[in-house]
């Protein structure tokens, strides 16, 4: 509602043409493989000098169940093409939000917060760009670690990363355990990587723009 101020917003099918009075494309959480002709609509919107916004990450999760399996997706080459390499991995953060847990004390069940290092508080952004510069504080849920392909594309002018997890940051791929309890799960003791790019922006030579946050959330 707040954006709605100042911009217009509708839904369009990904099936046809996107409109040529659409300045902006918001997509986010796809889960599977769309069709091809919908990827060059997509790169046709891009290298007509248009920019798309893309919350996506590489794995799928549902912290109910905690369960987490990769995304297979066309959508992953469809980034590629333009220089962002979207991991199918979750970064982990000390530096985090928390989540509200269950636990017994005597005959009473009580709530109680842990640290949850899947959402990382994010406080380091690249102040050289104007779109996340002013920013203080997010917390992204569940992201994946996004990495630059320095050699570009034909059709990239830039890539830069736009905010990145603090230095005490970790990786897990392959066996992926959701659960905040460190006794249950270990590798939330082994957080002590550099930090991991969760945001970047890819510049065309034609004006085009591609923003990715690798959480489908967001």
């Known amino acids: 509602s707040q954006l709605n101020e100042h911009y217009n917003f509708r839904n369009i099918s990904l099936g046809n043409e996107i409109p040529d009075n659409v300045d902006v494309l918001l997509l ?3 889960s599977d493989s769309i069709e ?3 990827v060059q609509y997509i790169k046709n919107f891009l290298e007509s000098g248009k920019k798309v916004f893309f919350a996506q ?4 999760t549902d912290i109910q169940t905690q369960q987490a399996t990769p995304i297979e997706s066309n959508v992953f080459q469809l980034l590629k093409d333009y220089n962002l390499d979207l991991k199918k991995n979750l970064v982990l953060d000390k530096k985090c939000g928390s989540v509200q847990v269950q636990e017994r004390r005597g005959i009473f069940m009580m709530n109680r917060a842990m640290e949850y290092p899947f959402f990382p508080m994010i406080d380091s952004f690249n102040i050289s760009e104007i779109v996340v510069s002013d920013l203080e ?5 569940f992201p994946s670690e996004i990495q630059i392909d320095t050699a570009l594309s034909n059709n990239v002018l830039s890539v830069t990363e736009l905010f990145t997890s603090s230095n005490n940051s970790g ?12 006794q249950q799960n270990p590798f939330l003791n082994l957080l002590e990587q550099d930090g991991k790019i969760i945001s970047a922006l890819s510049k065309l030579k034609n004006g085009g723009e591609i923003i990715l946050i690798s959480d489908s959330k967001f």
């Open 28 to 30: 986010s959480a796809t």
């Open 36 to 38: 091809a002709n919908t």
């Open 57 to 60: 990450s590489g794995i799928k």
């Open 137 to 141: 504080q997010i917390l992204p849920f």
């Open 171 to 182: 990786i897990m791929e392959g066996n992926f355990i959701l659960s905040p309890d460190p």
